[in-house]
């Protein structure tokens, strides 16, 4: 089994920053996409970005420019640092992560969630 423990949530004012980090743990032989998505109650959960093995990135069109995603592939890690912060950003963020887990094809995986809220 895989868990991914996100971290670095909270409450900020608008055009403030946070940073977002998701440590993935467990038996891993190698991930592939590792990303973060966001949910706000009543919609669907929506792609923020990810990032693949070799570094190519992709974003969500609402926070291309502000939000930049990164990864640590030798601590299995992923981070989000999102700038410039508006009151649409406010969402339960959650990691996401492709594992090849040892049991034959790649799974998916989600964190718990974590809390941003921008608000002044």
């Known amino acids: 089994q895989v868990q991914l423990v996100e971290s670095g949530g909270g409450l900020v004012q608008p055009g403030g920053s946070l940073r977002l980090s998701c440590a993935a743990s467990?038996?891993?032989?190698?991930?592939?996409?590792m990303g973060w998505y966001r949910q706000v109650p009543g919609k669907q959960r929506e792609l923020v970005a990810f990032?693949?093995?070799?570094?190519?990135?992709n974003y969500g069109d609402s926070v291309k420019g502000r939000f930049t995603i990164s990864r640590d592939n030798a601590k299995n890690m992923v981070t989000l640092q999102m700038n410039s912060l508006k009151a649409e950003d406010t969402a339960v963020y959650y990691c996401?992560?492709?594992?090849?887990?040892?049991?034959?094809?790649?799974?998916?995986?989600w964190g718990q969630g974590t809390q941003v809220t921008v608000s002044s």
């Open positions: 467990g038996t891993i032989f190698s991930i592939y996409n």
């Open positions: 990032i693949i093995t070799g570094g190519s990135t």
């Open positions: 996401n992560a492709w594992v090849n887990d040892g049991r034959g094809r790649a799974r998916e995986y």
